[in-house]
């Protein structure tokens, strides 16, 4: 489903955009990418909408089949890229898990503000974006995804997240779409 409108209270969520991600080998270049995601959170700043930036240091307890990533990291591995120019009315969530509202207060920081909508963006396509948009929709909210503004380690993961599973969660498109209907809010 294409973008419509985005509600009076719409929220940016940031995924993952750190130094330590960003230098993964990804489906699509991660310069692009960083771009994108730097454009649409100014847009929200102009605006005056929410914007959440997530991070990632550490991940859930449990067993799995794959080897985890999570050894000896730099200690700036963490870090937002400088290029999302964080700003004190950011709020800043860090997670232990894929997505960002397991386990932190994002839902309730939402609540407070009124937001019913969110716009999500961020990498990797399949596991932080991904499991952020399926735990917004299932707690009620309207969820727009730019995908221009994602990427992820596997091409056909991506895809497979692009088309089959976020238009059942909600709308998508660009981020020039997301800026246009900021723009008409």
Known sequence: MAMTTLDPRTALIVIDIQ???????????????????????????RHGAPVVLVNVAGGAPGRIEQARRMGDLPADWAELVPELDAQAGDHRVTKRTWGAFAHTDLHEHLQKLGVSQVVIVGVATSIGVESTARHAYELGYNVTLATDAMTDMNADAHANSVTRIFPRLGETGSVADVIRLLARA
């Open 19 to 45: 130094k330590g991600i960003v230098q993964l080998p990804c489906a699509h270049p991660m310069a692009g990418v960083i771009d994108r995601v730097a454009e649409i959170t100014r847009a929200f700043r």
